[in-house]
């Protein structure tokens, strides 16, 4: 059951916590979704290609860069928090064909009934575990894959292994893109081995985030994105540089130096990402 605090604001009981959604006095028709007040999802419903987080739009930057504009892709998005990238897809390329695995029934249908996304039979949301779905999926059939999923603000151990890398590049066509959403702070170590473990699969790879993050000054979302073909740094460079809050995109010699010879993440030692400091969200409301 939901209850609501104030005219708008809706918190509920979910499967993996305690949800909230909070409208944005700046943007009528906007809703940020918390669990357990960690911001999780803007979503504007009367414009989906407004993208609120700054990590959000490295993501659409790079999708948007996948094919020419307007063309329809697959896209599978592991974690769904409010749907906003899914979203955003459907409206910036109309008729792709998307599939989201979020592992919280509850959450899913709090969205779906307070934050219902237009419908489209293109566009699936299943509730099961990122993994367990990457497992049932066909070999090479996905553009994209988002990696996008956080339990308690940390990124599950078992999403971090080269055993969940494989199976992202064995969905993934050969010329297709795995985007990741790595939150860390310094000294960077959960980033630092995800860029290894990743590449060690899929080598081409570039990292986009703000400079005081990447730098492990503090702590904050950086984006991964990974393949077999190299992404387009030079257009990613520009699209960060000319972002609200402007971000710098590290590839080549300077991802190897981040990396700085971290080990390869396997099933059998993998842990979660480091959760956020104290007060940290509480402190940027």
């Keep these: 059951m939901g209850r609501r605090r104030g005219a708008d604001r ?12 909070v409208p944005d006095p700046d943007r009528p028709g906007s809703w940020t979704l918390l669990l357990d007040g960690a911001p999780q999802s803007h979503v504007d419903l009367t414009d989906p290609t407004h993208l609120e987080f700054e990590y959000v739009r490295r993501f659409a930057a790079a999708i948007d860069l996948v094919a020419p504009a307007g063309t329809a892709l697959r896209v599978l ?23 989201v695995s979020e592992v919280d029934g509850a959450l899913v249908e709090l969205v779906r009934r307070a934050l219902p996304w237009p419908a489209d039979p293109r566009l699936r949301v299943r509730v099961a575990d990122a993994r367990a779905t990457l497992t049932s999926t066909r070999d090479a059939s996905y553009d994209v894959v988002v990696a996008d999923v956080f339990a308690g603000a940390r990124t599950p151990a078992h999403l971090t292994s080269v055993e969940y890398v494989d199976e ?9 893109w795995y985007l990741a959403n790595l939150a860390d702070g310094p000294p960077l170590r959960h980033a630092r081995g995800q860029v290894a473990t990743v590449r060690s699969v899929l080598p081409r790879a570039c990292l986009i985030g703000d400079a005081a993050v990447l730098r492990g000054r503090r702590y904050g979302n950086l984006v991964l994105v990974a393949g077999r073909v190299e992404p387009p ?15 710098r995109v590290v590839a080549g010699a300077d991802l190897d130096r981040f990396a700085g010879g971290a080990p390869v993440v396997r099933d059998t030692d993998a842990t979660g990402s480091e959760p956020p400091p104290p007060g940290f969200f509480s402190s940027r409301r």
């Design 77 to 99: 998005h592991l974690g769904g928090g409010a749907l906003t990238l899914p979203r955003y897809v459907a409206a910036t390329r109309p008729g792709s064909t998307q599939r």
């Design 168 to 176: 992202v590049a064995r969905v993934l066509r050969p010329d297709g």
């Design 10 to 21: 809706l918190v509920e009981t979910v499967d993996t916590g305690q949800a909230e959604l």
């Design 233 to 247: 740094v030079p257009e990613l460079t520009r699209r960060a540089a000319g972002d609200w809050f402007p971000g």
